[in-house]
Nanobody, 114 residues
Framework: VQLVESGGGLVQPGGSLRLSCQVS????????MNWHRQAPGKGRELVAT????????NYADSVKGRFTISRDNAKNTVYLQMTSLKPDDTAVYYC????????WGQGTQVTVSL
């Protein structure tokens, strides 16, 4: 199983980014999927979850109303649309299966700063 996150970068506060997670080695249509993040000096935090068919989502309170998780099972890809970004959103972002995680990918760095 390989998880490849992309789409991160440097953005000013209030800006937006769209992250992608391309998965290979398993068919994501069989799994709920998560986005996590890890800020410098902190533990990994669950940010958002999407159910197998994409109809159900859940978010950490810190991102609710600003982030949207989605998926394209035909492309075996999970997305995280991030808007109204804040400096506190600065972190490395990772995707993974829910419940029983696969080996973690390299993540994608998101930096929110002036």
């Amino acid at each position: 199983v390989q998880l490849v996150e992309s789409g991160g970068g440097l953005v000013q506060p209030g800006g937006s980014l769209r992250l992608s997670c391309q998965v290979s080695g398993l068919n994501i249509r069989n799994y709920d999927m998560n986005w996590h993040r890890q800020a410098p000096g902190k533990g990994r935090e669950l940010v958002a979850t999407v159910t197998k068919d994409g109809t159900g989502t859940n978010y950490a309170d810190s991102v609710k109303g600003r982030f949207t998780i989605s998926r394209d099972n035909a492309k075996n890809t999970v997305y995280l649309q991030m808007t109204s970004l804040k400096p506190d959103d600065t972190a490395v972002y990772y995707c993974n299966k829910r419940w029983v995680e696969a080996a973690w990918g390299q993540g994608t760095q998101v930096t929110v700063s002036l």
